[in-house]
């Protein structure tokens, strides 16, 4: 019974004053294994294929990566100079829809905000509709898809990316459902007023929060 544990030895004092000053505290975010993964999520270890069906062959002789709509500095991009712009690393987790997670992806590529840097985005600019080779597109807000962790991946663990990942390049922003993260990118549209994507059009949720388990559209 809590009545007849000592109240007042050294130990519990002693541990007590800690508790008052905070001691051991590191100030950095305390991430337990259940905060780690969103609710209705589970955990793997491989790396599940999931996609239309289509797995186009983009040759990178004639890849283009374009960025349009209300931008200072519309891009056209061929592979050549969107690999020679600095590459950087990006450790995160994916959080797919249909419920499995997967921790510690090592990303290699050219991060966002970098590209975004060159385009200069215009005031108006607040979402983007994303296209791709198989012809899926998808939309997120401007600020998300600027996220400091959100990258234009080539490399995963250390590898090119495989095509049926996405290769040669696809983009990954890691704190919305992966849906998001469209493979194969080949177009960047900057608009004013958000537009479905494909899954999107089909049932699926205009932002797609993990966290808040925004798996479907409302309606
Ligand atoms: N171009 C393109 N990107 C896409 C998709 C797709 O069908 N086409 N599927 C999305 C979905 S629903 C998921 S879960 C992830 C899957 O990526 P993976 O196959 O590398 O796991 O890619 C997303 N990006
Ligand atoms: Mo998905």
Partial sequence: MQDDLPQDSKLTRTKRAWAEAGKFLTGREARPEAERLPP???LVTDWPVL???VEPEVPLASWQL???GFATNPLTLTWEQFTALPQQTRRSDIHCVTTWSRYDN???GVPVRAL???AQPLPMAAF???TSHDGYTTNLPLEDFAAEDAILATH???QPLTRAHGGPM???VPHLYFWKSAKWLKGIELIGVDRAGFWEKNGYHMYGDPWREQRYSDD
């Fill in 40 to 42: 209705g999520q589970h």
């Fill in 128 to 130: 983007v509709l994303l």
């Fill in 170 to 172: 696809r983009l990954v």
């Fill in 66 to 68: 374009r960025v349009t």
């Fill in 106 to 108: 090592d990303w290699q």
């Fill in 51 to 53: 996609d239309l069906g």
């Fill in 156 to 158: 995963w663990q250390g």
């Fill in 116 to 118: 975004l840097d060159l």
